[in-house]
């Protein structure tokens, strides 16, 4: 069973930046996606940002030119550079892996722009 921890959420100011951290609990071989998704209050949980292991890159149309993902694959790590955020932008913010046909998520961390 793999583990994902969050962290780097808070609240940030309009055009403010922050940066999530996704870590594995262990290292993925083979095949597989990261991405992060995020859910406001009343809505559907939508994906964010997503990378998969051949390097491909995709992203919402909200946030591209926004927002960044990266991985660093000797950490376990999966980011999210978040720049020019927007109140829109508030929600809480969940990692997941999809590997095997199994999803994996992370517990959430809350992303919150506010003046």
């Known amino acids: 069973q793999v583990q994902l921890v969050e962290s780097g959420g808070g609240l940030v100011q309009p055009g403010g930046s922050l940066r999530l951290s996704c870590t594995l609990s262990a290292r993925i071989i083979g095949i597989y996606a990261m991405g992060w998704y995020r859910q406001a209050p009343g809505k559907q949980r939508e994906l964010v940002a997503r990378?998969?292991?051949?390097?491909?890159?995709n992203y919402v149309d909200s946030v591209k030119g926004r927002f960044t993902i990266s991985r660093d694959n000797a950490k376990n790590t999966v980011y999210l550079q978040m720049n020019s955020l927007k109140p829109e932008d508030t929600a809480n913010y969940y990692c997941?892996?999809?590997?095997?046909?199994?999803?994996?998520w992370g517990q959430g961390t809350q992303v919150t722009v506010s003046s």
């Open positions: 990378i998969t292991s051949g390097g491909n890159i």
């Open positions: 997941n892996l999809d590997v095997s046909k199994n999803q994996y």
